[in-house]
């Protein structure tokens, strides 16, 4: 038996620890490591050069009667507390890999080089998954590499999901239920407020706090870049496949919690049964709410969080969530916060993986425009036109899963970087990633390319050369692109512009010459990409 590995098993003998199997497969702990924090000390382990504490709590009990509230306090503890396996995710369905979903979810995981007084820049992550599914302890997300290669202290969150962590209750349930609407958001609120006040124990700096998030998490972190309680905590953030550029307004959000109700058989007056019913039974019925179909959105300018009306996320309540995030304006309160903002070139892969849709692939162009035209209705053929103009050799395929990825994620983020530079503050960095697996959308040969969520285990510099990924493939190079796409986000992380050593120099964002990198394993700045077709874009009114 090698050393390391008599030492691990050692350590966890003498430890009295029960092991389960997600917690400590393919672990080869070197020692445990001791910490402080405001509530008391806890004790993770260090793993492969990286000091990496798991299911740390960081706010109090959030069901029983704190259900739709803000979290009771955090007791503090006297003895040292083990954080060395995930924390309970939000109320969903079981994930793979990870302990039982729980009402009582706000846990978070740090992984950092060494707990040492350096003071390294955190990057502060906040998972995919819209608003109603995912956690901080996802396998693409896990922080070591980063911490390992970037010499950064990366904090992930567990926090509240869904009806339970956005049923607006504010104005059956008064002053006890304000910001209800929003608590999910609130609950990574006091995550930032932990960072800030225990940081400095983990080798990081809480005056250099990046936030960031991809798909649901891009959205949450256009949420915070606009929220009052998070502006104290953070420096920067990056917005990835997933401009929140207009959430749920409250009205909407009173009608959503009518309706619950009333598919409950609940008189408004008798609200508070819905405090007795079970979290399983709640996470059943919100799958089952409609969509409110007296809705009509007169902005088409909202990306992707067009899904959401009518579910549950953010609401605009005028108080925890003042505004829109990014409407009508970016937000003054990060106006000298540096922004990173972007999308995957093939963004619609992923949903046509997910909803097994393949007809596409064999559509010609009348059969494209057949597709196209109830959503874009007589601009159909100026916008098919418009894309068979710039992309000659594309196929009717590939020009549907263009028009798709950039309606779905592009627009809205070119919208962010185009009011962030008019607000004339700190500067914005546009960005595509362009890395294309080689992987096939099932049932069809064709490529799914760089589909959403592809980023994640890129960008926390998890693909390596020699080992395959589900969307990444099999192919060596990824490795550098993967690298790639980590050392930007790092340097953003450090200094507020994102650089690389063997990249150009990537210019802020501006209405002139509108750079963006493409990243991929060569890192290229573009000028004024997609040109026509974002012009055909603005001409139609979804720009």
């Not at 992309?391 to 627009?411: C, H």
Request: hydrophobic fraction near 35%.
């Amino acid at each position: 038996m090698k050393r390391r590995e008599f030492l691990n098993k050692t350590a966890l003998s003498v430890a009295g620890l029960s092991v389960i199997n997600y917690a400590f497969s393919n672990l080869l702990i070197e020692e445990f490591i001791t910490s402080d924090t405001n509530f008391g000390k806890i004790k993770g382990y260090r793993e492969n050069g990286v000091n990496i504490f798991k299911g740390v709590p960081y706010a109090g009990k959030t069901s029983g009667e704190r259900r739709f509230r803000r979290p009771a306090p955090l007791e503090p503890w006297t003895d040292v507390k083990e954080t060395l396996t995930l924390g309970a995710p939000a109320i969903q369905n079981p994930r793979r890999n990870e302990p039982a979903p729980s009402e009582d979810c706000l846990f978070l995981n740090v992984w950092t080089p060494a707990n040492d007084t350096k003071k390294r820049p955190v990057m502060f992550y906040s998972h995919g998954g819209g608003f109603v599914i995912g956690s901080g302890g996802s396998g693409g997300q896990d922080g070591a590499n980063l911490a390992r290669h970037f010499d950064v202290v990366v904090v992930e969150t567990n926090h509240r999901l869904g009806l339970l962590g956005f049923l607006y209750l504010e104005e059956l349930g008064g002053a006890d239920y304000e910001g209800s609407g929003n608590n999910g958001m609130l609950d990574i609120v006091e995550g930032l407020k932990w960072v800030n006040k225990n940081i400095a124990n983990f080798g990081g700096d809480s005056n250099n706090v990046m936030i960031w998030g991809e798909s649901g998490g891009g959205a949450k972190t256009s949420c915070l870049y606009s929220m009052p309680s998070a502006a104290p905590y953070f420096n920067k953030a990056s917005i990835e496949s997933g401009p929140g550029v207009r959430m749920t307004p409250k009205e909407i959000a009173q009608e959503t919690t009518r309706m619950l109700l009333k598919e409950l058989n609940i008189e408004p007056k008798d609200w508070k049964k819905l405090l007795d019913i079970p979290a399983a039974d709640l996470l059943a019925m919100q799958g089952k709410l409609p969509q409110i179909p007296s809705f009509v959105e007169k902005n088409k300018n909202l990306g992707f969080m067009r899904r959401n009306y009518g579910g549950f996320g953010p609401v605009v309540d005028g108080k925890a969530l003042p505004q829109h995030p990014f409407d009508p304006t970016a937000p003054q309160i990060s106006k000298n916060k540096p922004l990173l903002v972007g999308w995957n070139e093939d963004e619609h892969t992923f949903f046509a993986w997910e909803r097994k849709e393949t007809d596409f692939v064999n559509y010609d162009f009348e059969g494209l425009h057949k597709k196209l035209e109830p959503q874009y209705g007589a601009n159909t053929q100026k916008i098919i036109d418009t894309y068979r103009k710039a992309r000659p050799n594309a196929s009717p395929a590939d020009i549907y899963i263009a028009i798709s990825s950039i309606t779905l994620m592009g627009l809205g983020s070119v919208d962010i970087a185009e009011k962030k530079v008019k607000q004339g503050g700190a500067p914005v960095y546009l960005y595509n990633f362009g890395y294309k697996s080689e992987m096939k959308l099932p049932g069809t040969d064709y490529e799914m390319g760089t589909p959403h969520a592809m980023d994640i285990s890129f960008k926390f510099n998890n693909e390596t050369a020699n080992k395959p990924s589900f969307f990444g493939g099999n192919k060596p190079e990824k490795a550098i692109a993967s690298h790639n796409f980590a050392e930007l986000w790092t340097n953003f992380a450090k200094t507020g512009k994102p650089s690389a050593k063997d990249a150009p120099e990537w210019k802020a964002y501006n209405l002139q010459e509108r750079p963006t990198m493409r990243i991929d394993t060569k890192l290229e700045v573009i000028n004024d990409r997609f040109k026509d077709e974002l012009n055909v874009w603005r001409e139609v009114g979804r720009l």
